[in-house]
């Protein structure tokens, strides 16, 4: 059910930047209990997790751009040789 996060976006009137629900050099989390697990160092209330279920999907690709060198940090869904064409 999506209703609740179209609601928090219609009212919010800040910037949402959003990736995978992992630190670096950690499995993407599949699930709610998971992303909790990343981030002990977080009180129950400085997070706000929607749990919208279980994932099976890859994580996202993520990639840095800094001045004339384009670095893969971490490689997902999107093949690096998919990337380099597009660019």
Same mark, same amino acid.
């Given at each position: ?31 709610? @209990?998971? *992303? *909790? =697990? !990343?981030?002990? /160092? !977080?009180? =129950?209330?400085?997070? +706000? &997790? ?6 099976? =999907?890859?994580? @996202?690709? *993520?990639?840095?751009? /800094?001045?004339? /060198? *384009?670095? &893969? +940090? ?8 998919? &990337?380099?064409? +597009?660019?």
């Amino acid at each position: 059910d999506k209703k609740f996060v179209n609601k928090l976006l219609e009212n919010f009137a800040g910037i949402i930047a959003v990736s995978s629900a992992n630190k670096s050099n950690f499995e993407a989390a599949k699930n709610c @209990s998971e *992303v *909790v =697990s !990343y981030f002990t /160092e !977080y009180s =129950s209330k400085e997070l +706000l &997790i929607i749990d919208g279920g279980s994932t099976t =999907s890859q994580a @996202s690709t *993520v990639i840095k751009f /800094e001045e004339e /060198e *384009v670095k &893969i +940090l971490r490689l997902g869904a999107i093949t690096k040789e998919k &990337i380099f064409e +597009l660019l």
